[in-house]
């Protein structure tokens, strides 16, 4: 006489199934953040890689030229005639371009010309070295979001009307306020009056009508660096927010040396590091379409190269004061990072 047997069949319960995705989904929730910050952590890393590539760069620049390279050509008000020329030249960036091994990119910038007058492709291309991973995972190009603004030089008006080009994840350091953001000859804006390395330099002029730049008239070089190369910023990273990414003035053509805060930064008392790129209350000038901060998209920091090479990181709250002097390479304040 044969018995009929029972065979269980394998495998998972519905309680069982979903006890086992409950579990998964709390390791994954568990191990997500690590994973984003080992990312995040890569993405730094490399961030600091670029840094001291750019710094590199410009120290080549002021050993074989005998100058750090100009912010950009502008001229300064009340100067004599012979002084007033340029404005629209290309910025530092591409006086950069052959220390980067970016030699064929170079050759075609013409630095005493208006940016405007170069083609599409030039002005849209860039080394990767100029670029954060953080902030994007490919170059961006500027948007013509028209604006109007008021501007440190006590003008204004409408931008962001001009030709499109590839915009900057870092800035140069142009140095502190203590020049004044008023609307006179002495602002910062102006040419030769950066406290900073990497400044906005008048040029000699030629000709008579068109009047146009032949060379940089303001030169900063190594030993004008008073308060030591170890202890005054070189380039840092540029603060913008993501719905302004692309769009003049904060985020315009990186070579475009029309507007300032598109390359180069200044820092100190009232003009600290953004708490993110989300900051309600970075720091502006004038209006909140005027944005002359460092930052960064790092969470909580900023990084810095130093005019001897090295770079730092620096916390978003970092002391406005202790910025301002990290800014002005000549303002005798010796600070040390180390405390």
């Known amino acids: 006489m044969y018995r009929s047997q029972r065979h269980r069949v394998s495998g ?49 620049h002021a050993d074989i030229r005998q100058m750090y390279p100009p912010a950009r050509i502008e001229y300064r008000q009340g100067d ?27 050759a075609q910038w013409d630095l005493m010309q208006p940016y405007g007058t170069h083609d599409e492709e030039l002005r849209s291309y860039a080394p990767s070295t100029f670029f954060c991973p953080s902030r994007e995972s490919q170059l961006q190009l500027s948007r013509n979001v028209l604006r109007q603004v008021n501007l440190p030089c006590g003008c204004g008006g409408t931008v962001g009307d001009g030709l499109p080009g590839v915009v900057a994840h870092y800035a140069a350091n142009h ?43 303001d030169r900063i070089r190594p030993k004008d660096i008073e308060d030591g190369l170890t202890n005054t910023l070189l380039v840092g990273e540029l603060h ?17 040396g029309r507007l300032l805060p598109s390359s180069s930064r200044v820092g100190g008392r009232g003009m600290g590091i953004s708490a993110g790129p989300l900051d309600e209350h970075a720091p502006w000038l004038f209006d909140t379409h005027a944005n002359y901060g460092f930052g ?29 002097n990290l800014c002005n390479r000549s303002d005798g304040a010796i600070v040390n990072l180390s405390n």
């Open 175 to 217: 140095g502190d306020l203590s020049p004044g953001f008023v609307g006179n000859e002495n602002d910062f804006y102006w040419g030769g009056n950066g406290t900073g390395v990497i400044i906005s330099s008048r040029a000699i002029c030629r000709g008579v009508w068109p009047v146009y730049p032949e060379r940089p008239l």
């Open 80 to 106: 004599p005639t012979v002084f007033i020329c340029g404005g629209y030249e290309p910025t530092w960036f591409a006086y950069v371009l052959p220390y980067v091994e970016e030699s064929s990119a170079a």
């Open 12 to 60: 998972f319960t519905l309680v069982e199934l979903l006890v086992t995705i409950a579990i998964i989904g709390v390791l994954v929730a568990l191990l997500l953040p690590a994973v984003q910050a080992a990312r995040e952590s890569a993405r730094r890393t490399q961030c600091t890689n670029h840094l001291k590539q750019i710094a590199l760069a410009i120290t080549n």
């Open 296 to 324: 960064s998209w790092h969470p909580g920091v900023c990084q810095f190269a130093f005019a001897d090479g090295s770079v730092q990181t620096l916390d978003n709250d970092t002391d406005e004061f202790v910025l301002g």
């Open 240 to 256: 913008v927010t993501p719905d302004e990414v692309g769009i003049a003035p904060d985020n315009g053509p990186m070579y475009d």
